[in-house]
């Protein structure tokens, strides 16, 4: 059973940093893309941030220049470093993993974020 579990979440004041992880145990044929999403209350979930096998990577305009995502694929860990954190950054933050070849998306049970003004 494939389960991915996020760490790193926390309580922060704006302006302040924190780094999620991401780790995936369990059998995975591969995997392709690995995303951050997130969900404020009353908001739909989006996506923060992804990072291509081939080392590609794409942000929501909205953490562009704050935020970084990187991955270890020794590790299957995917992390996002967020950087200069805003009050409106605050939600549940979910980690995604694609695999192209199990035709499936897996995703994390999801990790609080809070920036305090």
């Known amino acids: 059973q494939v389960q991915l579990v996020e760490s790193g979440g926390g309580l922060v004041q704006a302006g302040g940093s924190l780094r999620l992880s991401c780790a995936a145990s369990g059998s995975i044929s591969s995997i392709d893309t690995m995303s951050w999403y997130r969900q404020a209350p009353g908001k739909q979930r989006e996506l923060v941030a992804l990072a291509t096998s081939s080392g590609n990577t794409n942000y929501a305009d909205s953490v562009k220049g704050r935020f970084a995502i990187s991955r270890d694929n020794a590790k299957r860990t995917v992390y996002l470093q967020m950087n200069s954190l805003k009050p409106e950054d605050t939600a549940v933050y979910y980690c995604?993993?694609?695999?192209?070849?199990?035709?499936?998306?897996?995703w994390g049970q999801g990790t609080q974020v809070t920036v305090a003004s």
């Open positions: 995604q993993y694609h695999s192209g070849r199990d035709k499936y998306d897996y």
